[in-house]
């Protein structure tokens, strides 16, 4: 019953004015383009050529609507539309939530009721990010001391629920599953007993576990990248540093041991590169970049070159670094964002843009974006110099990262999706 409540609230809200009447998507705009996982196509922030605004009013949104409590996990989007996940904490309820792109209209939402764990006051219960598949959406949660996954057809109807055992992280849960053809996988990497596992994707059915060494509790999301022979898992961790697993098997095939505090971000490929961070609270952060190795198909696993290091003066700590072209953008968690150059880490720029951040910038339309806690968009230019192009708000506190595709961005705040549309085209 609070489902079916839930969606006739959102819809309300939709035909009660919050679509901007005056906006909307250009003739022929693709709404099907994938933007299936968290930061999109391989985590790579990359949202193609069209320009968007630098600066808006409420008015200029295409739409808004209202999520059930709260939450930080990031909008994904396929075939026109968009998931992600809430979570009442003083009904003890957890939320997938689905929603149109072209008018924000709930499509359908499935509560998923359990305790609520404890975390750091900056996440929430809801703060991983949904990752949808040709068959299915899947959505990994803690609850109480257990990680769960859960698993919905691409209409919401309930497909199947993975328990993967006990989870122990000081700072609560926040981690996202990826994807990989027929596999989900799920990297559980806290204080406890830690592994990353690849799932049937429509059964549930654990196909392999890769036991890890425990260390400080991660949040990094696996990276799927082409391999010779296959597709390879990128994983980042305190315990293993940086990793490349076979996603057929699960055998570690390359592995660096590099990253000595927290892994937050999540991996990124920059050319033939693999980025990792590690951090504290403290700002005691690391960057590494390490060669992925064309071979690795030995019994014993092989030792990729470490191209280059960086260290507190640049490294960011939650959010993850955004490669385009030959420059690496690394936006620090203190407002202050570094350019390198993507093969060699030296510094091209360094500029301060203010306020603190844990979303993680995207490239849109030759600029660089990235959205502050307290809901600030911040604009830069992609190139050689800093240069802040423009600013604009969210009207409350934001954590997640966006999203775009044909020619809409999506935003999600701690309680709300919002739209904004591309510039016409010339």
Not at 303 to 326: I, Q, T
Not at 333 to 345: H, S
């Amino acid at each position: 019953m609070a489902t079916i409540a839930w969606i006739a609230a959102a819809i309300v809200c939709v035909a009660g004015g919050q679509v901007n009447a005056q906006s909307g998507l250009q003739a022929g705009a693709d709404l099907r383009e994938p933007w299936s996982r968290w930061r999109g196509a391989d985590g790579a922030g990359q949202g193609g050529d069209r320009r968007f605004p630098v600066e808006w009013t409420e008015a200029d949104w295409a739409w808004t609507v209202a999520l059930p409590g709260r939450g930080h996990a990031s909008p994904v989007i396929r075939d026109g539309r968009i998931y992600t996940a809430s979570a009442d904490e003083a009904a003890g309820a957890r939320f997938v939530l689905c929603h149109a792109l072209a008018d924000g209209a709930a499509i359908w939402s499935r509560e998923i009721p359990g305790p609520i764990d404890r975390h750091h006051v900056q996440n929430s219960s809801a703060s991983g990010s949904v990752a949808v598949g040709d068959e299915g959406v899947y959505w990994t949660w803690a609850a109480g001391d257990g990680l769960r996954v859960e698993a919905f057809t691409l209409d919401g109807e309930p497909k199947w629920h993975g328990d993967l055992g006990p989870y122990q992280a000081e700072h609560g849960f926040g981690g996202s599953a990826a994807v990989c053809g027929e596999f989900v996988i799920v990297s559980n990497d806290q204080e406890g007993e830690s592994f990353v596992a690849a799932l049937d994707a429509a059964t549930g059915r654990e196909r392999w576990r890769l036991p890890r060494e425990s260390g400080k509790s991660g949040y990094a999301t696996p990276l799927v990248i082409d391999g010779p022979s296959g597709p390879r898992i990128v994983l980042t961790s305190n315990a293993h540093g940086v990793t490349g697993i076979d996603a057929a098997t699960g055998r570690v095939l390359w592995e660096r041991k590099c990253l000595p505090k927290r892994a937050v971000a999540s991996p990124v490929l920059a050319g033939p590169l693999a980025i990792g961070t590690s951090g504290d609270g403290g700002g005691d952060t690391t960057l590494v970049a390490v060669r992925v190795p064309e071979i690795g198909t030995g019994e014993e696993p092989v030792e990729p070159e470490l191209v280059f290091r960086l260290d507190r003066s640049a490294a960011p700590y939650v959010p993850m670094p955004l490669a385009v072209g030959e420059r690496l953008y690394l936006w620090g968690d203190r407002g202050v964002v570094t350019c390198v150059d993507a093969a060699t880490g030296e510094v091209r720029w360094r500029g301060r843009v203010g306020g603190t951040f844990s979303a993680s910038p995207i490239a849109v339309g030759g600029t660089i974006r990235n959205i502050s806690a307290d809901g600030e968009v911040v604009t830069l230019a992609d190139g050689d110099e800093f240069e802040v192009l423009g600013r604009a708000t969210l009207g409350e506190e934001c954590r997640a990262t966006p999203a775009v595709v044909g020619g809409r961005m999506v935003f999600r705040t701690v309680g709300r999706l919002i739209a904004i549309d591309a510039e016409p085209s010339p």
